[in-house]
């Protein structure tokens, strides 16, 4: 039952990262957890200067399994930014990892979550207004919205350079699982060939695997209360 859920929700976010027209996040508040997986399958994000981001799903010894992991590998290698793939993965798994939550968009701003044509505005007022503008302009400017970028990478050449990463930056330390969450990046269970697909299969495997464990539901059940 569980894992049907997460493929639904995968399928609904790929529908929205593939959708055929522009899709904008507009987000006044926060946008957290499963809320943050649906804002980074979107063409861009508006937010509101106060809005509040994260994959924080860590922090309760789980994995972002709506296709967050995927999105991070994805963005770290079709970033635009100066650096290569395995220095923005490195970065961006960091964020991910530590399941911080920021707590403005300036800060969530200098992330991947916000990709180039995405922007926060102080009036929250004109924050839908902002969201229609933004679609129509990505819309007359012919973006990519739809656009299926196909993933296939060497898991093996990831294992040794984020295995370094997660020693020097003391991952383990934020998170328990943090060489699992390596290892479904580098698609340790589908022979080291990283694909989309691998990816979201691995969020699921390693989302029920933790879910199963007496002391990530003591966590969630005292979040609920």
């Excluded at 639904?8 to 027209?21: E, I, K």
């Excluded at 793939?85 to 403005?104: A, E, M």
């Excluded at 390693?206 to 199963?212: P, R, T």
Aim: aromatic share 6%; hydrophobic share 40%.
């Amino acid at each position: 039952e569980i894992e049907a859920v997460l493929k639904q929700g995968q399928n609904l976010m790929l529908s929205v990262s593939q959708a055929p027209f522009p899709t904008i996040a507009a987000i006044r508040g926060y946008a957290l957890g499963g809320g943050c997986e649906l804002a980074l399958h979107c063409s861009a994000i508006i937010a509101h200067a106060e809005a509040s981001m994260g994959l924080v799903e860590t922090k309760l010894g789980l994995i972002p399994a709506w296709g967050g992991v995927k999105e991070t590998v994805r963005r770290s290698l079709f970033s635009t930014t100066l650096g290569d793939f395995k220095t923005h993965l490195i970065k961006n798994l960091g964020v991910l990892i530590s399941g911080d939550r920021f707590s403005n968009c300036s800060e969530a701003a200098k992330t991947y979550f916000f990709n180039h044509d995405s922007k926060w505005i102080m009036n929250s007022r004109k924050l839908l207004g902002g969201a229609f503008a933004l679609a129509r302009d990505l819309a007359e400017r012919n973006s990519d919205c739809g656009a299926i970028r196909h993933m296939m990478i060497e898991g093996n050449t990831l294992y040794s350079p984020l295995n370094t990463a997660l020693i020097n930056n003391k991952w383990e330390e934020q998170c328990s699982h943090a060489r699992h969450i390596i290892e479904v990046v580098c698609a340790k269970e589908h022979e080291y060939m990283v694909t989309q697909n691998s990816l979201l299969a691995g969020e699921r495997q390693l989302f029920l695997e933790q879910i199963a464990k007496p002391e990530v539901q003591q966590r969630i059940m005292a979040v609920l209360k």
